[in-house]
């Protein structure tokens, strides 16, 4: 038996990320992302194929650009409205949000904290709207250890978090933070997403219920790696799979309950795959013994 959780598939800003994307290739027969425009490489391959084309770094040519759910840092943003290139925004609405309240806190003088993958497009894109005092911390066990906060007492300082944190790692980052000494009357602003966080409860649930647990993604989403390490810790029979080809054969027999759940940029029809694979039973092939 397969029970797939009800909150699957695209969140709402990879759903509108995704379709700006397909709008402005029906429109346009070709447009520019600058990094991937999602975490999802079958999605990825299928928007190239329409004509998507996607660049570390912005390159000379007029195809509009199209910004993706992560966000832009501004200065790349200012570039591109100097060389005159049109802009599709496909920022995720929450993205923006956590964007305009980081410039706000900037502009009023605070010293920002994020708590996120240095690495990760959506936080080089909001260190970008912090200005020149902004420190990025990351919200993994054990990195944080050598990091010194060098604020004065009287410095005023905001903590914000990455929208695909979980929430137990941007607390455990947030106690290493308080532990390390912030100045009194420090802000805290929680933005985590909550469509990641309903997942994750949601996903807890149906571990108990279930022998497997597959999630369903690319190892590439910080969203869809996140799910897994936190279902993972409760479940050890939890496993990250992109797609219907990975499922293994020990996992389609009828006497088993396996679960589905997924990132936030994996498609239906990927999970719809995996779920026909396992409900479709192996053939068991009997060889017949010699001589006979
Ligand atoms: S996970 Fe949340 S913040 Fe990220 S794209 Fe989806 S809705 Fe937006």
Not at 29 to 45: F, M, R, W, Y
Not at 67 to 81: A, F, N, Q, T, Y
Not at 98 to 127: S, T
Request: net charge positive; charged share 25%; proline share 4%.
């Amino acid at each position: 038996m397969v029970i797939t959780a009800k909150e699957i598939g695209f969140c709402f800003g990879v759903k509108r990320a995704v379709s700006l994307c397909e709008k402005t290739l029906k429109n346009c027969k070709t447009c520019v992302s600058l990094g991937p425009i999602i975490h999802n490489e079958q999605v990825i391959e299928k928007l190239e194929r329409s004509g998507l084309k996607i660049a570390a770094s912005i390159c000379s040519g007029a195809e509009p650009v199209i910004i993706r759910s992560h966000g832009l840092h501004p200065d790349i943003r200012k570039e591109l409205v100097r060389k005159k290139r049109k802009i599709i925004d496909a920022t995720c609405p929450f993205v923006r949000q956590v964007q305009q309240l980081v410039a706000g806190l900037n502009k009023r003088g605070y010293a920002i904290i994020i708590i996120g993958k240095p690495d990760h497009p959506e936080v080089k894109a909001l260190a970008g709207f912090a200005g020149k005092k902004v420190i990025i911390y990351p919200a993994v066990r054990n990195t944080t250890d050598g990091l010194r906060l060098k604020f004065g007492n009287t410095e005023r300082v905001a903590v914000v978090s990455q929208t695909t944190n979980t929430e137990r790692s941007y607390r455990h980052a947030f106690g290493a933070l308080q532990r390390q000494g912030l100045p009194a009357g420090t802000s805290f602003f929680d933005t985590v997403c909550r469509v990641t966080e309903r997942r994750q409860t949601e996903a807890s649930q149906l571990a108990k219920k279930v022998d497997v647990l597959l999630v369903v993604g690319s190892g590439k989403s910080a969203n869809t790696t996140n799910l897994y390490r936190f279902l993972r810790r409760m479940k050890p029979e939890t496993y990250l799979i992109s797609g219907a080809a990975e499922v293994k054969d020990r996992w389609r027999q009828s006497k088993l309950t396996i679960g589905l759940v997924s990132g936030t940029s994996t498609p239906k029809e990927t999970i719809e795959e995996v779920k026909r694979k396992i409900c479709i039973q192996p053939k068991v092939t009997t060889k017949k013994p010699k001589g006979r």
